[in-house]
């Protein structure tokens, strides 16, 4: 998918929402999965929810409900809309193919405030 840029974070309050957008540099369209991931602070990288090429998505329990991910293979990008933000989903968030990652781009911070 060669570069990928990912955008849309920012200080939000708890309750709030925002859009994440993920562009490519190249076609995503013969990509099977792609998925977000979040770092937050002092933990792991996880796997917040992953969408296949026919559009099938799969999300953590954790965000479950409160996020899409959708996908535009003709502009190349991958969004994730978050609702009913928590404080827990804080962190920087980051798109890859799934289950297996190339570069990683920079990402984008998320701050939730309570």
């Known amino acids: 998918q060669g570069q990928l840029v990912e955008s849309g974070g920012g200080l939000v309050q708890a309750g709030g929402s925002l859009r994440l957008s993920c562009v490519a540099s190249?076609?995503?369209?013969?990509?099977?999965?792609m998925a977000w991931y979040r770092q937050a602070p002092g933990k792991q990288r996880e796997l917040v929810g992953r969408?296949?090429?026919?559009?099938?998505?799969n999300y953590s329990d954790s965000v479950k409900g409160r996020f899409t991910i959708s996908r535009d293979n003709a502009k190349n990008t991958v969004y994730l809309q978050m609702n009913s933000l928590k404080t827990e989903d804080t962190g920087v968030y980051l798109c890859?193919?799934?289950?297996?990652?190339?570069?990683w781009g920079q990402g984008t911070q998320v701050t939730v405030s309570s």
């Open positions: 969408i296949t090429s026919s559009d099938i998505t």
């Open positions: 190249r076609s995503i369209s013969s990509i099977y999965s």
């Open positions: 890859n193919k799934w289950p297996v990652p190339t570069s």
